[in-house]
């Protein structure tokens, strides 16, 4: 399916089954590890870093994204500033996060485990998205999406290290693992695009210009990524943790089977991008073709969240009886999650980024909203229900505006 993007297709595919893999064997690992409780303590903490996260670099990373595939010889300057950006504006955000969390989740936590979730998600992981960026600049998907896959067979490492190495596994022994596998990760990711793409050194600077396109991606990176992972930050606040550490396997279930999708949609950015400038029908083209690739995957991972929903409690113990109930009712959330990130690859690459923004903090909204009406009445079927009907009105939202904006702009040609 990925010749829709180029060279590099065979090798991203494996490496995106690689990373959904690694993303369920560590789900699995630390699930079991942690037990419900701490589990959903540590999926809500990370899904509010996570959200946090998307400032680090203040959007420095998706401007280098967006331009250096049309002006390639500007990829030194754009990946130092990038970069610099993503450490400095990291540490004062980690600060942020542990100043905050502890009225957001609602939960105590200590200082250190607070501290090592925000180094993991607030300032490495970034450095590794900011890598695969590097990388799908120079259209090279195969080392894009391996740099993708090496951030969740880490944290693998790490919880089996954990497993093997600690008699009485807890959140904060976990986590220490956790965080130094992904600072271990961060510099090993940037020695490669190093060596890999050179990128001549430059001095950081940052005009006016950039400086504000940067914070509008940001802005619109956040309302991405916060309807992603808020879900977990607001069970846990809601429902407690042994509530958020069930839902959080079954929708980290749900993500790990839509990766491919949401790689390609990531991998097909550049492309879409330098189409924008030649006729339509080229650029609608690909389009309905990675729609069609969307749905199609996303019927076949709803089969999978079936099976496989039966088959992890089984793997995880008692505990997780009540996850196998929850993946059947989110069958359908594989395909809505591929759709979402396509609809926002296609408005991003077509300059209609506050169209995006509109959809998705209208999506942010009823999210906030289902959570707070079904939760307390409705429990676990409840949140279910409160991330599907966020999906689903956040994908016909973006979906609606793609083609009736597409209309216009045909029927004004």
Same mark, same amino acid.
């Given at each position: 399916? %990925?010749?829709?993007?180029?060279?590099?297709?065979?090798?991203?595919?494996?490496?995106?089954?690689?990373?959904?893999?690694?993303?369920?064997?560590?789900?699995?690992?630390?699930?079991?590890?942690?037990?419900?409780?701490?589990?959903?303590? +540590?999926?809500?903490?990370?899904?509010?870093?996570?959200?946090?996260?998307?400032?680090?670099?203040?959007?420095?990373?998706?401007?280098?994204?967006?331009?250096?595939?049309?002006?390639?010889?500007?990829?030194?300057?754009?990946?130092?500033?990038?970069?610099?950006?993503?450490?400095? !504006?990291?540490?004062?955000?980690? #600060?942020?996060?542990?100043?905050?969390?502890?009225?957001?989740?609602?939960?105590?936590?200590?200082?250190?485990?607070?501290?090592?979730?925000?180094?993991?998600?607030?300032?490495?992981?970034?450095? #590794?998205?900011?890598?695969?960026?590097?990388?799908?600049?120079?259209?090279?998907?195969?080392?894009?999406?391996?740099?993708?896959?090496?951030?969740?067979?880490?944290?693998?490492?790490?919880?089996?290290?954990?497993?093997?190495?600690?008699?009485?596994?807890?959140?904060?022994?976990?986590?220490?693992?956790?965080?130094?596998?992904?600072?271990?990760?961060?510099?090993? =990711?940037?020695?490669?695009?190093?060596?890999?793409?050179?990128?001549?050194?430059?001095?950081?600077?940052?005009?006016?210009?950039?400086?504000?396109? &940067?914070?509008?991606?940001?802005?619109?990176?956040?309302?991405?990524?916060? %309807?992603?992972?808020?879900?977990?930050?607001?069970?846990?606040?809601?429902?407690? &943790?042994?509530?958020?550490?069930?839902?959080?396997?079954?929708?980290?279930?749900?993500?790990? +089977?839509?990766?491919?999708?949401?790689?390609?949609?990531?991998?097909?950015?550049?492309?879409?991008?330098?189409?924008?400038?030649?006729?339509? !029908?080229?650029?609608?083209?690909?389009?309905?073709?990675?729609? #069609?690739?969307?749905?199609?995957?996303?019927?076949?991972?709803?089969?999978?969240?079936?099976? =496989?929903?039966?088959?992890?409690?089984?793997? %995880?113990?008692?505990?997780?009886?009540?996850?196998?109930?929850?993946?059947?009712?989110?069958?359908?959330?594989?395909?809505?999650?591929?759709?979402?990130?396509?609809?926002?690859?296609?408005?991003?690459? !077509?300059?209609?980024?506050?169209?995006?923004?509109?959809?998705?903090?209208?999506?942010?909204?009823?999210?906030?909203?289902?959570?707070?009406?079904?939760?307390?009445?409705?429990?676990?079927?409840?949140?279910?229900?409160?991330?599907?009907?966020?999906?689903?009105?956040?994908?016909?939202?973006?979906?609606?505006?793609?083609?009736?904006?597409?209309?216009?702009?045909?029927?004004?040609?």
């Amino acid at each position: 399916m %990925l010749r829709l993007i180029g060279r590099g297709a065979a090798v991203g595919t494996v490496w995106q089954v690689v990373r959904a893999l690694s993303h369920l064997v560590w789900v699995v690992i630390v699930a079991r590890l942690l037990g419900p409780d701490a589990y959903g303590k +540590l999926a809500g903490a990370m899904g509010l870093a996570g959200a946090l996260g998307t400032f680090t670099g203040l959007g420095l990373g998706l401007v280098m994204l967006l331009e250096v595939p049309r002006q390639l010889h500007t990829f030194g300057h754009a990946w130092y500033r990038a970069l610099l950006m993503t450490i400095g !504006s990291g540490v004062f955000l980690v #600060a942020l996060f542990v100043f905050v969390a502890p009225f957001v989740i609602g939960r105590a936590a200590s200082n250190q485990v607070l501290i090592a979730i925000g180094i993991s998600e607030i300032i490495c992981f970034p450095i #590794a998205v900011l890598c695969s960026f590097a990388f799908q600049t120079h259209e090279r998907m195969g080392w894009a999406s391996a740099v993708y896959a090496a951030v969740p067979a880490a944290s693998t490492m790490a919880a089996a290290a954990c497993w093997i190495s600690e008699t009485q596994p807890s959140l904060g022994t976990y986590i220490i693992y956790h965080a130094v596998a992904s600072v271990a990760t961060a510099l090993f =990711l940037v020695g490669v695009v190093r060596i890999r793409l050179r990128p001549p050194r430059s001095k950081f600077a940052c005009s006016r210009t950039e400086a504000l396109r &940067g914070m509008e991606l940001s802005i619109v990176r956040t309302a991405d990524i916060a %309807l992603n992972t808020l879900d977990k930050t607001l069970v846990l606040r809601i429902g407690g &943790g042994e509530m958020a550490g069930v839902y959080a396997v079954a929708t980290r279930l749900a993500f790990a +089977l839509a990766l491919p999708i949401v790689t390609l949609s990531s991998a097909a950015l550049p492309r879409l991008s330098r189409l924008k400038a030649e006729p339509a !029908s080229s650029r609608d083209g690909l389009i309905r073709r990675l729609l #069609a690739v969307t749905i199609g995957w996303g019927a076949a991972a709803a089969l999978g969240m079936v099976v =496989l929903g039966q088959v992890l409690p089984v793997i %995880l113990g008692p505990a997780y009886i009540a996850v196998a109930a929850v993946a059947s009712h989110l069958a359908a959330l594989p395909a809505l999650v591929g759709l979402c990130s396509l609809g926002c690859t296609v408005l991003l690459t !077509s300059d209609r980024q506050r169209h995006r923004l509109t959809i998705q903090l209208f999506g942010l909204l009823v999210l906030v909203g289902t959570a707070v009406l079904f939760i307390p009445a409705y429990g676990l079927s409840g949140a279910a229900t409160m991330v599907l009907l966020t999906q689903v009105l956040t994908a016909s939202g973006l979906w609606l505006i793609i083609w009736t904006t597409r209309s216009k702009s045909v029927a004004g040609s």
